[in-house]
Nanobody, 130 residues
Framework: EVQLVESGGGLVQVGGSLRLSCAAS????????IGWFRQAPGKEREVVSC????????YLASSVKGRFTISNDNAKNTVSLQMNSLIPEDTAVYYC???????????????????????WGKGIRVTVSS
């Protein structure tokens, strides 16, 4: 069965860190780009970061650049998002997504709004308290 499962979320204070992981089963990350999105109550789902499996292209939204880092391990079918220096504006449900069209130039699919997404994870909550 094809699945994307997020883990690593939770509650953290301002300035703290969390590491989110996205694990795939039923398909290989070798042929896909992987993106992270987040959605806060009353707001649209926005792209946070993405990475392409073939050319290693990465993208970070300006709001998280310098604080977040995305990395992948195709052998383990996992993608991680290291989140440092967290602020209350980072509070949201975070979603992992896969797109065949983003195996190169991951922003082709991983934009705001997203497009041509093959698989979505169920989401994981991140709460940053003041």
């Amino acid at each position: 069965e094809v699945q994307l499962v997020e883990s690593g979320g939770g509650l953290v204070q301002v300035g703290g860190s969390l590491r989110l992981s996205c694990a795939a089963s039923g398909f290989s990350f070798d042929d896909y780009g992987i993106g992270w999105f987040r959605q806060a109550p009353g707001k649209e789902r926005e792209v946070v970061s993405c990475i392409s499996s073939r050319d290693g292209h990465t993208y970070l939204a300006s709001s998280v650049k310098g604080r977040f880092t995305i990395s992948n391990d195709n052998a383990k079918n996992t993608v991680s998002l290291q989140m440092n220096s967290l602020i209350p504006e980072d509070t949201a449900v975070y979603y992992c997504a896969a797109s065949f069209f983003s195996r190169y130039s991951c922003t082709v699919s991983f934009g705001t709004p997203p497009s041509r997404i093959a698989y979505w994870g169920k989401g994981i909550r991140v709460t940053v308290s003041s």
